[in-house]
């Protein structure tokens, strides 16, 4: 198939849109045919669906091909994956180091060292870095997560070098200036005010985090406590960097227009004369399994009431994985899931409600809930609202319909999100940091397709209980601007990140797209 055949098919897929829950499921498929009178119309629907199959199909088989992972005598593993549909290349270099690896009294102290990697190395100046990125028409940023901290520069596909000089440089030769770091230090200080201590939904959260885990370092904001950025000094942060930035700690992840033949004896020749250093224990803290519930409420300035709810949910290493995905799917997928149909759109309780479950993260995190009411709502009528949902989904099966439908769209979620090389790179980068591998993607919708409704029903019993739930209420205590829109979210919860990047902790759909960079 040609560029120009591609982009046909692609153009008529983008039309027919509605028949991507058909796709993988005949037996929907011909029940749907035969719903359809006219002959002509039915053939030319098989045409369609037909041409929409071989094409998702075609998408993920051309996928699996480009893809190229080699571990370097140092460590470092790097992922290659060639896609030549633009003359720009993504380069994304992640670190197994965030919130998650900090001790009590250190919180903060990963974000802190991602600010500080912009300062000056002892090859390049202050501010050099971005400068250089800049004058070569790229783009440059970083964020750090729960598990993770990552930076990435965007070229055309001439200047992907730059990312190799630029990246190998930072991760043996940072400077952590003393005078530097205090202003940073403040700067850090300021963007958690502005972020959490000023935001009411954000204040919740971080006390519902608080709340649920009592000694697993996911209790912890990415950000770091207030008290503790107050008392992080210089050393701490060179001492972090020197323990966690080296190649045997990070993944390399490039996707582009480029011959991996030809690239990887440049990522070897710019990282593999990096020394490996000492291997890293990993292993975090054992949360005790939680026996009731747990409440927690604050009283913030604000317009209105909040709820937060989280239950303790497996990760990528349990085989429930994919029906939690599944369920979330159910329950929050856009306006057609059960959340917004009951809470907002027919007993029209809510302004904004949903929720989410995050099979990639390292250890076991929450499968979450949250509502806003509307005025004149008490915030209990959500929260009782919230957990009849929950009843009956442990109660009654979701429909076979209703099932195919929440597959269908992860699957042409997934599958499109392949379009972008940064978003690729992402998922790519993340499933290899946390520990799942690149080949969890690769048998994550074969596995999906297996769940069943008897799946959706028997998780549902055994993960969303009252003794492994800790409920969060915002009270208000005076009127605040910032109402929010009709069937809205509250605002994305801020990480403490150079860039927003709202995959943890966040009340976002969307986790894997981070925000323009903070000047």
């Known amino acids: 198939m040609t560029r120009g055949e591609g982009l046909n098919v692609f153009c008529t897929l983008f039309t027919l849109t509605p028949f991507l829950t058909l796709c993988y499921h005949p037996k929907t498929m011909m029940q749907f045919l035969q719903s359809i009178k006219s002959n002509h119309i039915r053939q030319t629907t098989v045409f369609f669906v037909c041409l929409i199959v071989s094409f998702l199909f075609s998408v993920t088989a051309h996928a699996e091909e480009n893809i190229k992972k080699v571990v370097l005598q140092n460590g470092l593993s790097v992922i290659l994956v060639e896609e030549d549909k633009a003359p720009v290349v993504t380069f994304q270099i992640w670190y197994k180091v965030g919130s998650r ?25 202050k501010g050099e870095f971005s400068r250089i990125v800049a004058k070569n028409g790229g783009r440059e940023n970083a964020f750090t997560g729960n598990d993770y901290t990552a930076y990435f520069e965007i070229f055309s596909k001439e ?35 502005s972020r959490t201590d000023d935001d009411p939904y954000a204040s919740l959260v971080e006390a519902l985090y608080a709340t649920a885990f009592m000694v697993h370092p996911y209790r912890n904001p990415v950000i770091g406590w207030m008290g503790d950025l107050n008392d992080l000094s210089r050393d701490d942060a060179y001492q972090h960097y020197k323990q966690y930035y080296q190649p045997n700690n990070a993944t390399v992840v490039i996707v582009g227009d480029f011959k991996s033949d030809l690239l990887l004896p440049k990522v070897t020749e710019w990282f593999e004369k990096i020394p490996k250093g000492k291997e890293i224990n990993q292993k975090a803290a054992t949360e005790p399994p939680q026996k009731g519930v747990r409440r927690t409420t604050i009283k913030r300035e604000a317009q209105l009431p909040f709820i937060f709810m989280g239950f303790h949910a497996p990760n990528y290493k349990h085989p429930d994985t994919y029906a939690l995905s599944a369920l979330s799917q159910i329950l929050s997928g856009g306006k057609s899931s059960r959340l917004y149909q009951s809470l907002i759109y027919k007993k029209q309780l809510a302004l904004g409600a949903g929720g989410h479950y995050d099979d990639l993260t390292t250890d076991s995190d929450l499968f979450y809930f949250y509502g806003t009411p509307r005025p004149g709502i008490a915030i209990e009528a959500v929260e009782e609202a919230l957990n009849e949902e929950i009843k009956r989904l442990q109660t009654e099966k979701v429909t076979a319909l209703e099932l195919t439908k929440a597959k269908n769209q992860i699957e042409a979620g997934f599958v499109f999100h392949n379009d972008s090389n940064f978003a690729r790179a992402m998922r790519i980068g993340r499933a290899e940091t946390v520990g799942a591998g690149y080949d969890y993607l690769k048998e994550y919708l074969s596995n999906l397709r297996k769940v069943t409704e008897d799946d959706i029903l028997r998780v549902a019993n055994l993960y969303l209980i009252e003794d492994h739930k800790s409920v969060g209420i915002l009270v208000p205590m005076g009127a605040a601007s910032g109402a929010l829109p009709l069937g809205g979210t509250p605002p994305a919860v801020g990480l403490g990140t150079r860039s927003l990047l709202p995959t943890v902790r966040s009340i976002s759909l969307s986790p894997l797209v981070p925000e323009e960079k903070e000047f």
């Not at 690896?101 to 974000?111: A, D, F, W």
């Open 101 to 125: 690896n900090e001790i009590t009294g250190k919180t903060g102290l990963s974000h802190l060292l991602e600010h500080m990697m912009f300062k000056g190395t002892t090859e390049r100046g």
């Open 159 to 193: 200047k992907i070098d730059l990312s190799l000089m630029l990246e190998s440089d930072r991760m043996q030769h940072l400077l952590i200036d003393e005078t530097e770091f205090k202003l940073e230090s403040e700067v850090v200080k300021e963007e958690r005010r």
